[in-house]
Nanobody, 127 residues
């Protein structure tokens, strides 16, 4: 069993930055694909970014490419999402997800590909 706990959400103005962190309780999660999804009201949950191993090519959704950066901190069993130049359309609940599988940096993954989920953290971008 893997428990995921997100932190770092909040309310910011357009153009500002936020850093989300997801801590995993399992100590041997380096073989896991780690991802950040988001879900806005009335919309489907979407794969924002995911990464397999530190140093491997990550995946980014087109809407966040160049603004968001995903990274893994294996020493602390964490995955980080740095979000810069935030826009109102980034407003959503952000979820951390994990699954014991390899994942490519070129493919969008649906939520069904991930077994473990955090409870989510709200990000609101508004002026």
């Amino acid at each position: 069993q893997v428990r995921l706990v997100e932190s770092g959400g909040g309310s910011v103005q357009p153009g500002e930055s936020l850093r989300l962190s997801c801590a995993a309780t399992r100590t041997t999660y380096t073989a896991f694909c780690m991802a950040w999804f988001r879900q806005a009201p009335g919309k489907e949950r979407e794969d924002v970014a995911h990464i397999y191993a530190a140093g491997s090519a990550p995946y980014y959704a087109g809407s966040v490419k160049g603004r968001f950066t995903i990274s893994r901190d294996n020493a602390n069993n964490a995955v980080i999402l740095r979000m810069a130049n935030l826009k109102p359309e980034d407003t959503a609940v952000y979820y951390c997800a994990a699954d014991e599988r390899w994942c490519s940096g070129s493919d969008d993954l649906g939520s069904s590909a991930f077994r473990y989920w955090g409870r989510g953290t709200q990000v609101t971008v508004s002026s």
